[in-house]
Each structure stands twice: as structure tokens, then as C-alpha cells.
């Protein structure tokens, strides 16, 4: 029995084998991603899978977290990990430490962050979009100078709207060049001053249309002052030129059919116009015939003089209101005018001049009068403190029979402010004492 292996054992060994193949540490691997599942522990359970065969394969949360895109069902990667064995069910796996899109999937990836990147700037908002002529005058046509989309461009244009002029500028718009050339172009076209342009090609796959998806390319169109429709490949195929441009349509020939209205509908808009205005003009016509018969056969045309009867009669009486009104006025202003003199006459300005000078006299004696009898009681009243001083006075005070009594330099207001032979200074009318304290009672 010591010769058979427990099932353990058996995968442990086949473990331990996977796991000291230095072939099997580092592998790279091409695929498509299928039955893709993320755990809530945040680890990545899948299959990557070809043509002819299948593994399985897991992501651990710490390197799942790496990633910059969402994997999902049917992306083309190309992982890089290791081979190693699940003990458990004794199968093996492949453990990826890092995943990318492959190829297309790359290309999808960098189209998602530019067309974000530009969303987040505004390029796309609304309030950047150019209105399209309604009657364009000049057409700027940029496409290839071959294929069916400049054909199918020239054929609608001079079907719809022969009229306009179109300036077709060659332009590629695939392969190495093709970005710049686009720029020049764009530029270009502004400067002829059209109408607006037409930016387009045929349809083809997303590497062929990748011109249309540059940074350089979306810039241009977003800074460019004429309206631009964009019409890159068909109605399925969506590039970042088609959401920056003005209008965005499906296909060239539809982007003819945008920019251009329908000549034969116009002839029809035209003729509808035409018809429209004949018969306002003959409306117009015989209601004015009408009002003519009727103005011919007015009463008043009969006898114009009666027209004016009335305003030459209204002409005299405002005239004679007017003398009036005159009269009125110039005896107003005489009679202002002789009570002005009279007011202004030498005997009347004598008069009043005595009148002035009289109450100037009056005014000035009254104001002698007030000063005289303020000065005196402002005198009564300095006397009066002058005294109430005087009484309040130290040296009065000593005059009465009192002293001030002075230790260093300080008045003694209590005995608590000598000691016994302390030297003390007594002030006396006349002079002053030096004397020196014997004893306290």
C-alpha cells in the first residue's frame, strides 16, 4: 500500500513541479476573454481562450486594481503571469499580474480617454456648435481626390445645388501624413473664406479612420471659424471629428444632402412664392381701385373750398384771441413797469434810506445798552468770587491765628505721622518755626 499516493499528494507534487519551471513563472499570453466574473472579494475569475483551446485563468484584487479599462466579455488581451496548479480541484490556471487590450481593444481603449478627456473640456457641448448656411454661396469639399466619396459628393451637390460654388481640396485621409494634411487643409479652407466645408472618406476600420480620432485633428476643427460637418464613414462608424464638428452626418452623400437645399424643391417653394405674391398684388390692386372710385365720388372733392371754410374762419378767431392775448400781456407788464418807478423814485429811496439809518441808531444804542449792563454784572460778579477767594486763601487762614505744620516737606495731618524727636517746620504768618517733638498726647 506504501507504493500508491493520496490525491493530495499527487497534486501537491504536480504543484511543486509547476511551481520550479522557470518557463512557467513568466509567461505571455494572447487571448480572448471569455466567462468573466468579478468576485466580491474583488478578485477576477475567467477563460482566455483561441481557437483551439481554453484556460483557465484568475486576477488577484491587489493587481486587478491596476487596471485602466473594465474587461469584459469577448476583449482580445494580452496578459502576462504564471502557470501554476489549484490543489483543490487539481487543475491548472494561469495567474495574470497585468492585462491590456490587444490591438483594436487598444485602439477602442485610447478612442474612450480622448473622447472624455475633449467631453470634459466642453469641445462637444452645444454652445460651441456653428449654425449651417441655409443658401451657401462657396462649399469646401475635403476628401480624397479619389473613390466614392468625393464621387458621391460632386453627384449630389450638382443634382440639389448647382448654384453654389464648391472648391474640392485633395486630402488624405488615411496612413502616414494624414493628420497633418487634414490640419492644412481645415486651415485652408477657412481662409477662402466658404461657407462651410465638408470633412469626410469612405468607410473602413477603426485603424483607417484613426486620422479622424487625433488630438491635433479635433483641435483643428474646434478652433476652425467655418461650420463643419463631419461625414467619416458610414452611419456606424463614429469618430471624435464627428462629435466636435458642427453637424455630424451619416455618410458624404448625406452630408451633401445637409449642407444644400433641393433645387427642385425651391423651384417649387419659388413658384408657390410667385403665385403667393400675384395674388396679394391683385388683392392689393383692386381694394386700392375701390377706395380711388370711392374718394372720386366723394361729396367734399365735388366742392374743395369747403375743406378749408371752416379752418380759414378758425384762423380768424384764433388771430383775434391772439391780439387779446398780446393786449393783456403788454398792460401787465406797463403797470409792472410804472410801480417799478415808482418805487425806485430819489423821494421814495431818501425815505427809506432815513428810514434804515434811523434803525441802524436804534440798533446800536440798544446794543450799547446790553453791553453796559452785562459788563456790570460780570464786574458784581468778580468781586463777588474774587472775595469767596480771598477767604478761602492759606495765607488768610494763618492771618487768623492758625499754622501748617510740616514734616519732610509733608503736611501732618494726624499725630500717627511723627515720632518723638522728629524735626518739624511750623508755618506762621510771618514765618517759621523749627521745632522737635517732645511728646504725643
Given at each position: 500500500m506504501e507504493k500508491y499516493l493520496s490525491v493530495s499528494a499527487l497534486s501537491k507534487y504536480i504543484k511543486v513541479k509547476f511551481d520550479r519551471d522557470p518557463y512557467l513563472q513568466e509567461v505571455f499570453i494572447k487571448g480572448e476573454l471569455s466567462n468573466y466574473k468579478r468576485h466580491s472579494s474583488g478578485h477576477h475569475y475567467f477563460a482566455l481562450k483561441d481557437n483551439g483551446a481554453v484556460i483557465q485563468a484568475m486576477m488577484f484584487n491587489r493587481d486587478a486594481a491596476k487596471l485602466n479599462f473594465t474587461p469584459k466579455e469577448g476583449d482580445s488581451v494580452l496578459v502576462t503571469g504564471r502557470i501554476s496548479t489549484y490543489e483543490a480541484r487539481g487543475n491548472y490556471q494561469l495567474y495574470v499580474n497585468t492585462m491590456s487590450l490587444d490591438g483594436i481593444g487598444q485602439l477602442y481603449e485610447k478612442f474612450e480617454q480622448l473622447k472624455k478627456a475633449f467631453q470634459d473640456k466642453g469641445y462637444f457641448n452645444a454652445e460651441h456648435k456653428k449654425p449651417l448656411p441655409k443658401y451657401p454661396k462657396?462649399?469646401?469639399?475635403?476628401?480624397?481626390?479619389?473613390?466614392?466619396?468625393?464621387?458621391?459628393?460632386?453627384?449630389?451637390?450638382?443634382?440639389?445645388?448647382?448654384?453654389?460654388?464648391?472648391?474640392?481640396?485633395?486630402?488624405?485621409?488615411?496612413?502616414?501624413?494624414?493628420?497633418?494634411?487634414?490640419?492644412?487643409?481645415?486651415?485652408?479652407?477657412?481662409?477662402?473664406?466658404?461657407?462651410?466645408?465638408?470633412?469626410g472618406r469612405g468607410g473602413g476600420s477603426i485603424e483607417d479612420l484613426w486620422a479622424f480620432n487625433e488630438s491635433v485633428v479635433v483641435e483643428a476643427i474646434y478652433n476652425a471659424n467655418t461650420p463643419i460637418i463631419s461625414a467619416v464613414g458610414h452611419e456606424t462608424d463614429t469618430t471624435l471629428a464627428d462629435f466636435v464638428a458642427d453637424f455630424r452626418a451619416p455618410t458624404p452623400t448625406g452630408a451633401a444632402v445637409i449642407v444644400t437645399p433641393d433645387m427642385k424643391s425651391l423651384f417649387e417653394q419659388i413658384t408657390k412664392a410667385?403665385?403667393?405674391?400675384?395674388?396679394?398684388?391683385?388683392?392689393?390692386?383692386?381694394?386700392?381701385?375701390?377706395?380711388?372710385?370711392?374718394?372720386?365720388?366723394?361729396?367734399?372733392?365735388?366742392?374743395?373750398?369747403?375743406?378749408?371754410?371752416?379752418?380759414?374762419?378758425?384762423?380768424?378767431?384764433?388771430?383775434?384771441?391772439?391780439?387779446?392775448?398780446?393786449?393783456?400781456?403788454?398792460?401787465?407788464?406797463?403797470?409792472?413797469?410804472?410801480?417799478?418807478?415808482?418805487?425806485?423814485?430819489?423821494?421814495?429811496?431818501?425815505?427809506?434810506?432815513?428810514?434804515?439809518?434811523?434803525?441802524?441808531?436804534?440798533?446800536?444804542?440798544?446794543?450799547?445798552?446790553?453791553?453796559?449792563?452785562?459788563?456790570?454784572?460780570?464786574?458784581?460778579?468778580?468781586?463777588?468770587?474774587?472775595?469767596?477767594?480771598?477767604?478761602?486763601?492759606?495765607?488768610?487762614?494763618?492771618?487768623?491765628?492758625?499754622?501748617?505744620?510740616?514734616?519732610?516737606?509733608?503736611?501732618?495731618?494726624?499725630?500717627?505721622?511723627?515720632?518723638?524727636?522728629?524735626?518739624?517746620?511750623?508755618?506762621?504768618?510771618?514765618?517759621t518755626l523749627a521745632t522737635q517733638v517732645m511728646h504725643k498726647k
Open positions: 462657396h462649399i469646401a469639399v475635403l476628401t480624397a481626390s479619389t473613390g466614392a466619396a468625393i464621387q458621391d459628393i460632386r453627384t449630389t451637390l450638382n443634382n440639389r445645388y448647382p448654384l453654389a460654388k464648391v472648391t474640392y481640396i485633395s486630402t488624405l485621409v488615411q496612413g502616414a501624413g494624414a493628420k497633418e494634411d487634414i490640419i492644412k487643409n481645415i486651415q485652408y479652407a477657412d481662409s477662402i473664406n466658404a461657407d462651410v466645408m465638408i470633412v410667385r403665385a403667393f405674391m400675384d395674388h396679394k398684388i391683385n388683392t392689393i390692386y383692386r381694394s386700392k381701385t375701390q377706395q380711388l372710385t370711392q374718394l372720386e365720388h366723394y361729396y367734399l372733392f365735388k366742392n374743395p373750398y369747403m375743406l378749408i371754410e371752416q379752418k380759414v374762419q378758425r384762423i380768424d378767431e384764433l388771430q383775434q384771441q391772439m391780439k387779446y392775448k398780446v393786449n393783456a400781456v403788454m398792460q401787465s407788464h406797463q403797470h409792472n413797469v410804472q410801480s417799478i418807478e415808482q418805487k425806485l423814485s430819489p423821494k421814495v429811496l431818501r425815505d427809506l434810506v432815513h428810514q434804515q439809518q434811523r434803525h441802524v441808531q436804534h440798533q446800536q444804542e440798544q446794543l450799547n445798552r446790553s453791553i453796559k449792563y452785562l459788563m456790570s454784572m460780570k464786574q458784581s460778579s468778580f468781586q463777588s468770587r474774587l472775595a469767596l477767594l480771598s477767604s478761602l486763601s492759606p495765607t488768610e487762614t494763618l492771618l487768623r491765628g492758625y499754622s501748617i505744620t510740616r514734616h519732610n516737606d509733608s503736611i501732618i495731618h494726624s499725630i500717627d505721622q511723627v515720632d518723638i524727636g522728629d524735626e518739624v517746620e511750623i508755618e506762621l504768618k510771618d514765618g
